[in-house]
């Protein structure tokens, strides 16, 4: 009996533990409590194509002039991906005002012991984030069967895309965003995903019910 009972009790504290981030997994559950929830963006780390970079380049077998060409493409994927990312967050921070923001890797998974980034992408320490959190990821839908371009979707902590009323994934693409690539290609991506902030910012006032 003694070890029933330990064992039981073990069980309850563990679900008591669990409990919040085990309710993030609902969207129902997640809408219940949208005035406490945080928004943590998801960056690309675009931790596949750098990695591949290097493993061709890491590769005994290639030229001088091969590895020179992909080390040259090495370093303009990091550096794109440096930029882009500091763009995604200062636009968040200016457009996005519903929620308290916070900003992660694309390879994060453990939210409760992870690592949160500032402006500079820089490590930051963050004493304490809602139990209740929407991530924003850029991506795909996952119930996408490829005819989807790259949207900002919404999931919860167990990157589970959400379900209305949350608002539905927003596609990163556009007549408007094409021309941009032709006749501004540096602020093409910024001024879309201005746009896209705005409205996301737009709909969760909406579910919040708060006007800012």
Not at 11 to 25: E, T
Not at 125 to 146: C, H, K, N, T
């Given at each position: 009996m003694c070890g029933k009972t330990t064992l039981l009790f073990f069980l309850f504290l563990l679900g008591a533990i669990l409990s919040p981030v085990m309710a993030q997994s609902?969207?129902?559950?997640?809408?219940?409590?949208?005035?406490?929830?945080?928004?943590?963006?998801?960056?690309?780390?675009?931790?596949?194509?750098?990695?591949?970079?290097?493993?061709?380049?890491?590769?005994?077998?290639?030229?001088?002039?091969?590895?020179?060409?992909?080390?040259?493409?090495?370093?303009?994927?990091?550096?794109?991906?440096?930029?882009?990312?500091?763009?995604?967050?200062?636009?968040?921070?200016?457009?996005?005002?519903?929620?308290?923001?916070?900003?992660?890797?694309?390879t994060t998974h453990q939210l409760t012991r992870t690592v949160y980034l500032d402006e500079e992408l820089q490590s930051i320490q963050v004493e304490s984030v809602s139990p209740y959190i929407v991530q924003a990821r850029f991506g795909r839908p996952l119930a996408d069967f490829g005819n989807r371009p790259e949207s900002i979707v919404l999931t919860d902590s167990h990157l589970k895309d959400l379900k209305p009323p949350f608002p539905k994934a927003l596609p990163m693409t556009s007549i408007g965003f094409g021309i941009n690539k032709l006749l501004a290609p540096t602020q093409a991506f910024e001024r879309l995903l201005a746009k896209r902030v705005k409205k996301l910012n737009s709909k969760f006032e909406e579910l919040t019910g708060t006007a800012f």
């Amino acid at each position: 009996m003694c070890g029933k009972t330990t064992l039981l009790f073990f069980l309850f504290l563990l679900g008591a533990i669990l409990s919040p981030v085990m309710a993030q997994s609902d969207s129902s559950e997640l809408f219940k409590h949208i005035e406490d929830c945080a928004l943590v963006v998801r960056l690309p780390s675009y931790e596949n194509k750098i990695k591949a970079l290097q493993k061709t380049i890491g590769d005994p077998n290639i030229n001088a002039l091969s590895k020179k060409r992909l080390t040259l493409q090495l370093q303009e994927a990091q550096q794109e991906a440096v930029h882009k990312n500091k763009v995604i967050v200062r636009t968040f921070k200016e457009h996005f005002t519903v929620l308290p923001l916070f900003f992660i890797y694309d390879t994060t998974h453990q939210l409760t012991r992870t690592v949160y980034l500032d402006e500079e992408l820089q490590s930051i320490q963050v004493e304490s984030v809602s139990p209740y959190i929407v991530q924003a990821r850029f991506g795909r839908p996952l119930a996408d069967f490829g005819n989807r371009p790259e949207s900002i979707v919404l999931t919860d902590s167990h990157l589970k895309d959400l379900k209305p009323p949350f608002p539905k994934a927003l596609p990163m693409t556009s007549i408007g965003f094409g021309i941009n690539k032709l006749l501004a290609p540096t602020q093409a991506f910024e001024r879309l995903l201005a746009k896209r902030v705005k409205k996301l910012n737009s709909k969760f006032e909406e579910l919040t019910g708060t006007a800012f």
